[in-house]
């Protein structure tokens, strides 16, 4: 069964730091196109930042230059690295792998910024 697993979520002040993991199990991870997304209460889900099977990076212009996405593919795992975070991160932050016709999805980890 397809795993996909995020961690590193929690709770941080106003111009912290934090660092997400998602690691993926039985697919081929390098094949994927990996994504983060997040959904903040009452509002759509959206995209965060994506990285590609080749490395290729894209961000939402609210997290650019202070987000920064990479993968390891050894270890079938994606990163986001989240600096200066601001009260407006706060949400669910989600995993997505994607390939083809494969579309897989984690559980989520909170992030919330607050004072």
């Known amino acids: 069964q397809v795993q996909v697993v995020e961690s590193g979520g929690g709770l941080v002040q106003p111009g912290g730091s934090l660092r997400l993991s998602c690691r993926a199990s039985?697919?081929?991870?390098?094949?994927?196109?990996m994504a983060w997304y997040r959904q903040a209460p009452g509002k759509q889900r959206e995209l965060v930042a994506g990285i590609s099977s080749g490395g290729s990076t894209d961000y939402a212009d609210s997290v650019k230059g202070r987000f920064t996405i990479s993968r390891d593919n050894a270890e079938q795992t994606m990163y986001l690295q989240m600096n200066s975070l601001k009260p407006e991160d706060t949400a669910v932050y989600y995993c997505?792998?994607?390939?083809?016709?494969?579309?897989?999805w984690g559980q989520g980890t909170q992030v919330t910024v607050s004072s």
């Open positions: 997505n792998a994607r390939f083809k016709n494969s579309d897989y």
């Open positions: 039985r697919i081929f991870f390098i094949n994927y196109n």
